[in-house]
């Protein structure tokens, strides 16, 4: 995506880069100012983005961001860098008080989107993977806790286990990039300090997976954020083995929801508490 035509205009920020927002810490350290702001508009939401859509009969609310001196092409370039061109174009907008902005306006917008009524503010914090999901993959763990040789409880981890990594595709596919490429997405997670700090805390000692494919070895270490990370992925891709190693499989499914919800909790909290300050 190129830069927006003015690169010295502030920038409107209605979504994921609000602070408190999964984008925010991007910019943050290039972030001078920020005060609250409306637009003409309204919103819709496409796979969980939100999309601006041009009008004069609503308004919606944002935080306008002026970036330091000198460090206005920088900040936009890493605005770009979540490769937003898919769904969104660069326009000039006015805010609140005449003042001109640059703003992420939707592009297609009736392609897959879908209305987000009586809504004039945008918070990731109310998407059902970080909030409904948890809470359901929650009380999964609390009603499935003990093996039963009729695989019910197993089935169950494994299901929650699966939404929880849909919630983990979400996460990364709105904080690293917004194009296809998942696998490499999620593998960032492991870049991030929290998810290092919240590893060590919430893991201890090792353990090891195989994959059933080609029988590599995963080994999930504390002081190891990227083999953990890709651990814990091949956890997610292996099938139920029957038999004898069925307990194993239900101890490993097990240790690895309970660690891994944990540590996204971890991550969320982290995100929503990266503000302007």
Known sequence: MKLPDKTGLPFFAYGLFKPSQLCFFRIKDLVDSTCAAEVDGFLKERDGIP???RSSHSRIKGILMRFRDGCEIEAYKRIIGIEPDEVYRWEEVIVSDNVYANALVGRRQERGSSDLEHVEEWDARTDPFFKDAIEEIEAILKNNSQFQWDYKPLFRLQMAYTLLWSGLERY???RYHLGRNVNEKVFQI????QFAQSLRKHVEGTRVVYSTVDLRKYTLDPND???SIRYYYQVRSNV???GKAVTRDFD???SSLQELLTIFKDLLNDAWNTDGR
């Open 51 to 53: 999309l601006l859509i």
């Open 172 to 174: 990364a596919g709105l």
């Open 190 to 193: 492991a870049k991030e300090e």
């Open 225 to 227: 954020p990227d083999e």
């Open 240 to 242: 139920v083995h029957r």
């Open 252 to 254: 490993i499914v097990k």
